[in-house]
């Protein structure tokens, strides 16, 4: 081994770096890779597991150590143990190639499942799968902001992927409950019936109160509160009870006139008569064909214990007589008296 080989230098391999910038001087750590994250989450509590060197830097690069004068200064501490904490704590957080495409990764999933929860097919009003949504997000071209959330970043990209006309896609219509003062159903009535897609059921709470369950779309959310704030301020309750079922959704998709006709109002709480149903008839029994064997046709009245033994004498004969003609094909046969 040469003579000059520097022996006691550590290399820092596969070094994640944290910066913090304090009166004009650059501190740094050297961490694992992975490991910040989980220690600002508190899912790391030994800090050995996340430092490589329980040193503060200058530059981790050129191995510049900080100094205790200027540690002691920018920090007003010469406690080492509370600075790394506050680097890490307040750092600005340096992410590798392979960190930066995870996150990516599971941005653009987290993404996905959000838009495939709030949209659906208009056409069959059916939810699509999470893969879907991300081949449109593909074909659609979506970049996602790494600093943005998921959440914020899945309304947008909604109105990118309606907006492409290849793409049959709508949000998905919400199920509410609306509580109301029954004096005020016919001045609200004709608000309602505005912005709602379909009426669920309407009628009267056992506290005397007119509750109506209908199916909106969310874009029309803000405007029916609205409208119920204005003319039934204070004496109205408006209630989100989740995504509509899809039974509820292609019903009122086949009966559009159906939520105009019957607005709702105080007469209309009363329950309904329905049309005299006639009486179903009983249901016919399924006919069967029996089937009849030749033999019973000749003789109806004959045992079918006695048709069962005459079939078996008429197979041993038959038997027998096949023997016979195998013997005398093969030259082997001498008559006997019982032989036919």
Not at 162 to 170: C, L, N, P, Q, Y
Not at 294 to 304: F, N, R, V, W
């Amino acid at each position: 081994m040469s003579l000059f080989t520097p022996v006691n230098q550590k290399r820092l391999t596969n070094v994640s770096v944290v910066r913090l910038k304090r009166n004009g001087n650059r501190y740094e750590l050297a961490c694992y890779p992975n490991k910040v994250k989980a220690w600002r989450e508190n899912l790391e509590k030994n800090i050995d597991e996340v430092l490589q060197a329980h040193e503060i830097f200058f530059n981790v690069s050129k191995g510049r150590l900080a100094t205790k004068a200027d540690l002691s200064s920018d920090f007003g501490t010469e406690d080492v143990d509370s600075i790394i904490r506050t680097i890490l704590d307040e750092g600005e957080m340096q992410i590798t190639g392979k960190e930066r495409k995870v996150a990516n990764e599971s941005l653009f999933r987290d993404v996905a499942k959000i838009v495939s929860e709030k949209c659906v097919n208009p056409e069959n009003y059916r939810a699509y799968t999470v893969t879907m949504i991300e081949k449109m997000m593909r074909d659609c071209h979506v970049n996602l902001q790494p600093k943005k959330s998921a959440k914020q970043q899945a309304l947008e990209v909604i109105r990118q992927l309606r907006a492409v006309e290849g793409f049959k896609i709508a949000p998905a219509m919400l199920e509410i409950q609306i509580s109301l003062d029954p004096k005020l159903v016919d001045v609200v009535s004709s608000h309602i019936l505005k912005l709602v897609h379909h009426i669920i059921r309407q009628e009267r709470s056992a506290e005397g109160i007119f509750e109506l369950s209908a199916v909106i779309e969310p874009d029309n959310y803000h405007a029916l509160s609205v409208a119920l704030d204005e003319h039934a301020k204070n004496r109205y309750c408006i209630e989100i009870i989740g995504p509509a079922r899809h039974d509820s959704a292609l019903n009122c998709s086949r009966l559009p006139v159906a939520k105009k006709s019957c607005p709702p109002s105080a007469a209309s709480i009363a329950p309904t008569t329905t049309e005299s149903i006639p009486e179903a008839s009983p249901p016919e029994e399924p006919h069967t064909d029996t089937v009849v064997s030749p033999k019973s046709i000749l003789k109806e009245d004959a045992d079918p214990e006695d048709e069962y033994v005459q079939a078996l004498k008429n197979t041993k004969q038959t038997k027998k007589h096949k023997r016979l003609k195998n013997k005398k094909a093969h030259g082997d046969y001498e008559r006997n008296e019982g032989d036919v």
